[in-house]
Structures are given as structure tokens and as C-alpha cells.
């Protein structure tokens, strides 16, 4: 079970890049030393077995944090109340800087006003590397796409995927070795200003056209069933009246002959089939039923 | 090419340095937040029309969030566990001898493991107490700690060209080199503005790293001079989650990010995007690729699913 090491025995196949000589100058690094990794490190003294690093030495380690930056909150201290998409907004757990909501609220594309006053009011401002990627909402109260234009009402993808400015930093102004941004110019402003415009007019529009439609639908629907109504009422009602047992009589009336009687003969026209069944098939004007008149069976 | 669903959701995938068809995978229950974690060891079947079947896969009572295979011995896996602990498994043993070592020192998860390759007889931890630990097989306990980042540490990668240094990546912004025998950190690259979730090293040049960071580019330095960074990567819309140098080609690297694809670079030409795989419908959060198949890739996302392909080739592809 005690798996011992035994490089030279039991070493996996030769990597590729060890037949190829480093293709740079000198390293800065002191030469490799000889031995088993255990040995150097106690060798060198820096060996410090089975160290473990409480909360406190951590805060200590803080002051030794040479570049002087805050450090963002840990995850599991994350607040995450103020995640939009279950769990992909908070970072509670899973590393990496997702705090902010950043991920959670343009995933799920409900990130309007919330870009518009964490992102755009110079946050990310100076050297923004957030540029590019990041769509609508983003660029929030800096103006450009209006206020959470495109982020608010349509929906994930779009906000989430990003409109503005395409995915490499390098066309960005804002790069961060470039300086920081100027204010915008005069027609900048006026194209910003111009397209709040349009965009405030076309969400007014495409509210009237949904609105019409889905009225139209409605009273389309109801007329349909106005138009039926008689029909339907009229089988409902002739099925009630027979599942009460009262049948209603068939009103059929023979249609009279030229003289008020029904005209003799198998080939009379307005004959029905009463006439066809009676017992005898009459011949054309051989019949004694017709002699007292029409009194075919019904 | 064939894919592998996990019941979990991916962390990390890592190719065996022993068998070509052979890599194991961490994952980890709802998105790594809270619940288990399994690590699973898959082998490809030599058709590739076939599915990929399971060799083993352990349950741990935490998530796994990173696995590293051992350079010594072709049976022992790693697993960077999200209740503090590291992981040792032997895939010869059985499933109840498993796992063969549960070191429990670090005071927070466990973000990443790296297996020594030069010197093959250590391995290192990083963790978000924000420490580094390097440990030996033959020692109970970790031979040293390494504090210096303010901020949790994402990840540390040996040298693959040096046994003795290694680099670490954190939440602080900073990118540090360490020499297992001095006693600080031997050189401080102050390389993004944002965290920084993972570096790696060049194979083919001891002196050049790459880092992966929030701020949604991949940098690559050269540690001679760290003030200027050799080339700036950027083309991932979301944070880069992991960052890789391809084991055959020196200017090639491969990177996967929340912006749900994995991306292949080369650093040294002026249109550095060689390609972008779109095939995860979640976070891409693990990548690799095989020391001993040139070209042949593995990536894992939070949609539980495990793809290997060939470079150039659609992962999706039947």
C-alpha cells in the first residue's frame, strides 16, 4: 500500500518537450538540485512539516501583500443576496471573482438597472478592461447604449453576450495600457442623446403593436364564437329535448300534385318513398289507391 | 468524438501521463456549491465511434475541484478536495482501500494539484486559505507551506523544465515563482488587474508562463522580464478559467472560460485565436491535452459532460 517513488523504474513515458533544448537564454532560476524533492527542501531549511495556516496568520499575510491592492471579499464571505440567477450569481463557492453578480445578472439578461449604476458610474472606468465583451447595460449611465438598452426588457442572450464593441480589447480605447478616457465629443453626444430617442420610441412602439395584436386576437376569437353560437345552441338544444323524450315531429309535407292531389305513377317526380314501398307498386294509373285520393301511408 | 456524462457537474479533467487512452476527471454536485464530489477515471475506447467507458470512480463527501494524475506510479490519482483535504487514490486497490492517503491541512477547499513531473516524487496544493503546500509521497504530512498571497490561490503548476520551481496564481492579481528552497517567493509578477485563475508553463521555455484571468484575456510572460507581458490573449468574453501549454507545440495554448467555449492560441503570431470550440452549453471549466496523443483535447463544463477530440476536429461530431 505505502506507494514508494521510484522515478527511474516506474516513470511514465518521455514527455515531448525533454528531447527539445530550451529555445531561450539563460534562466533566472538557481540550477535544479539532486535528490528527492524532501531532502532539497530540508536541505535548503526552509522545511516546515505539517504547517497549518490558521485564519489569523492569513490577516497577517495581508500586510505582506507587497502590490497594496484591496483584495476582493472571499467567496464563502460572498453576500449573495443580490444574485439574479440562482445560483450563478453569487460565488459562494466556486472561486473566481464572479461576486459582483457580474456573471449572474447578464446571464440571466435581468441586469438592466443594475449595470447601469455598479459598471457604468466609473467603477470599471478608468482602465476598463470590461469593455468589449460586456453589452447594453454595461456601458449604463456612461450613455452610450442609453439606460440599459439593451439589457432590460428582451431578455438574456442579448444583454448577457454583449452588443457593445466586439470581444477583442484591442480596437478599446480604454485598454489598460492606454491612458484614461477623454470625454466625449460633441456628435457622440448628440448621437447618444438621438438614439435614447429612437430606442425609448421603438419600445413605446412595440408595446402599442403587442397590444393591438393580442387584442385583435381576443375580439376575433369572440366574434368566431358569436357565429356559432345559434348552431350550437340549436344541436344542444334538440339533444336535451330527446334525452327528455321529446321528439320533435318531423314537419315533412308532401308537396301537392297539380290538383291538389299527388300525382299518380311510379315516375312521379315529387314521389317519395313511402310511395316505392307501398305494397303494390302502382302502375301509371292502374291503382286503386289513388281513387279516394292521397292516402299513401305515412 | 465520443462524450462522457457525468452525474456531477465538471471541474477538471486531466490526461494520464501513463496510458494515451486513459484520464480522469473531478466533478462536483450543484455547480461545486454545496453536496459530493466524484472523481471518475475514463478510458477511451480505441474506436471512436465507441463510448467512453468508466474505469472507477470514488465518492467524496465534498467536491472535487481538481485532479492530477501521479509521474511515478500509473494507478495513483490526486484529488484536490473542497473540504480541505488532498486525496490519494490507487486505482489497482480496491474501492474500499480507497482512497490510500486523505491529507487534511489546508483550512479551505482545495483548488488545485500538480504532480511534479521533472522529479516525479512530489506534488503540490493550492487552496484558498491561501496558501501553497508541497507535499512527498513519503512523508504523512506536507513538507512545507508557502503563504505569501493575500488571496486564495487558484492554482500552482511546476516547472515542467525545473524541479524546483514552481508557479502560483491568486485572487490577489498576482502571479508569484517559487523555489521550493528559498524561503519567500523569488519573483512577483503583478500580472492582471483582476484575479488571476490559472497560469501554466511553457514545455519547450523554462522562462515563459501564461496566466488566465477575470479580466477575460490570457497574458504570457517571460519571467526574465516581467514588467511587459510577451502577448496579450484576449478574445474570451467571461473570465479564463483555465489556461494550458500544449505539451507539442511550444506556441501553442488552449484556455477555457465562463464564456462556455475553450479556445486554442497561438502567442507568437499577430491573429493569436487558432480556434474556438463552442460544443459546452455551461462554464468550460476544465481542459487538457494528452502528453501522449499530439493533438488530442479534453474539456469538462458544468453541463456534466466530458469531450475528447482531436485538435481541428467538431467535439460534437458522432
Known amino acids: ?298 | 468524438m465520443p462524450v462522457f456524462k457525468t452525474p456531477f457537474n465538471g471541474y477538471s479533467v486531466k490526461f494520464s501521463p501513463f496510458y494515451e487512452n486513459r484520464l480522469a476527471v473531478a466533478t462536483a454536485q450543484n455547480f461545486g456549491i454545496l453536496g459530493n464530489g466524484r472523481l471518475h477515471v475514463l478510458v477511451l475506447s480505441p474506436d471512436p465511434s465507441l463510448p467512453i467507458a468508466e474505469l472507477a470512480s470514488y465518492d467524496t463527501a465534498d467536491g472535487v475541484y481538481d485532479v492530477a494524475w501521479s509521474e511515478s506510479h500509473d494507478s495513483i490519482v490526486i484529488a484536490a478536495v473542497a473540504d480541505g483535504s488532498v486525496k490519494l487514490y490507487d486505482l489497482a486497490l480496491p474501492p474500499t482501500s480507497n482512497p490510500i492517503r486523505s491529507f487534511q491541512e489546508h483550512t479551505r477547499e482545495v483548488h488545485s494539484a500538480d504532480y511534479n513531473p521533472v522529479r516525479r516524487d512530489s506534488f503540490l496544493s493550492s487552496s484558498w486559505d491561501d496558501t501553497v503546500k508541497l507535499w512527498t509521497l513519503d512523508r504523512p504530512t506536507s513538507v512545507r507551506t508557502f503563504k505569501e498571497h493575500a488571496y486564495c490561490v487558484y492554482s500552482a503548476v511546476w516547472n515542467p523544465r525545473h524541479a524546483d520551481v514552481f508557479a502560483s496564481a491568486s485572487g490577489d492579481c498576482t502571479v508569484r515563482i517559487w523555489d521550493v528552497r528559498e524561503p519567500g517567493s523569488t519573483m512577483i509578477l503583478p500580472a492582471h488587474d483582476y484575479e488571476v485563475l490559472a497560469c501554466d508553463w511553457n514545455k519547450y521555455d523554462e522562462c515563459v508562463i501564461a496566466t488566465a484571468s477575470v479580466d477575460k484575456s490570457l497574458k504570457v510572460w517571460d519571467v526574465r522580464n516581467y514588467r511587459v507581458p510577451v502577448s496579450v490573449l484576449n478574445g474570451h468574453g467571461y473570465a479564463v478559467r483555465k489556461v494550458k501549454f500544449s505539451p507539442h507545440v511550444r506556441n501553442l495554448l488552449v484556455s477555457c472560460s465562463y464564456d462556455m467555449t475553450v479556445c486554442v492560441w497561438d502567442f507568437m503570431v499577430e491573429d493569436a485565436l487558432v480556434s474556438r470550440y463552442d460544443h459546452h452549453t455551461e462554464f468550460a471549466v476544465g481542459v487538457d491535452m494528452s502528453v501522449l496523443v499530439e493533438g488530442l483535447m479534453a474539456s469538462t463544463g458544468w453541463d456534466e459532460l466530458v469531450y475528447v477530440w482531436p485538435h481541428g476536429t467538431d467535439p460534437r461530431a458522432p
Open chain 1, 1 to 298: 500500500m505505502e506507494p514508494n517513488p521510484q522515478p527511474s523504474a516506474n516513470g511514465p513515458p518521455p514527455k515531448p518537450w525533454e528531447q527539445a533544448g530550451s529555445s531561450s537564454g539563460p534562466a533566472p532560476f538557481k540550477p535544479p538540485s539532486a535528490g528527492n524533492t524532501s531532502d532539497v527542501v530540508e536541505a535548503s531549511g526552509t522545511a516546515k512539516p505539517g504547517e497549518i495556516v490558521s485564519a489569523s496568520d492569513r490577516t497577517a499575510a495581508v500586510n505582506r501583500n507587497s502590490l497594496g491592492r484591496p483584495v476582493p471579499t472571499r467567496p464563502w464571505e460572498q453576500n449573495y443576496g443580490n444574485s439574479t440567477y440562482g445560483g450563478y450569481g453569487s460565488t459562494m463557492n466556486y472561486n473566481s471573482g464572479y461576486g459582483t453578480g457580474m456573471y449572474g445578472s447578464s446571464y440571466g439578461g435581468l441586469g438592466g438597472g443594475m449595470y447601469g449604476s455598479s459598471y457604468g458610474g466609473g467603477l470599471y472606468g478608468g482602465n476598463s478592461m470590461y469593455r468589449g465583451g460586456y453589452g447594453g447595460g454595461m456601458y449604463g449611465s456612461s450613455g452610450m447604449y442609453g439606460g440599459g438598452m439593451y439589457n432590460s426588457g428582451f431578455g438574456g442572450p442579448m444583454g448577457g453576450y454583449g452588443m457593445g464593441g466586439g470581444p477583442y480589447g484591442d480596437q478599446d480605447p480604454n485598454n489598460p495600457f492606454g491612458g484614461p478616457p477623454s470625454p466625449p465629443g460633441f456628435w457622440i453626444s448628440v448621437l447618444r442623446v438621438m438614439q435614447g430617442v429612437v430606442n425609448f420610441f421603438g419600445r413605446i412602439s412595440i408595446l402599442i403593436d403587442q397590444n393591438t395584436q393580442a387584442f385583435h386576437l381576443f375580439m376575433t376569437a369572440l366574434l368566431q364564437l358569436f357565429d356559432r353560437s345559434g348552431l350550437l345552441y340549436g344541436e344542444l338544444a334538440r339533444f336535451v329535448l330527446r334525452l327528455l323524450g321529446i321528439r320533435s315531429k318531423s314537419k315533412k309535407v308532401h308537396p301537392p300534385g297539380p290538383n291538389g292531389q299527388r300525382l299518380p305513377g311510379p315516375y312521379n317526380s315529387s314521389g317519395d318513398v313511402n310511395y316505392i314501398e307501398a305494397p303494390k307498386a302502382a302502375p301509371s294509373g292502374g291503382s286503386w289507391d289513388n281513387v279516394w285520393g292521397n292516402d299513401s301511408p305515412q
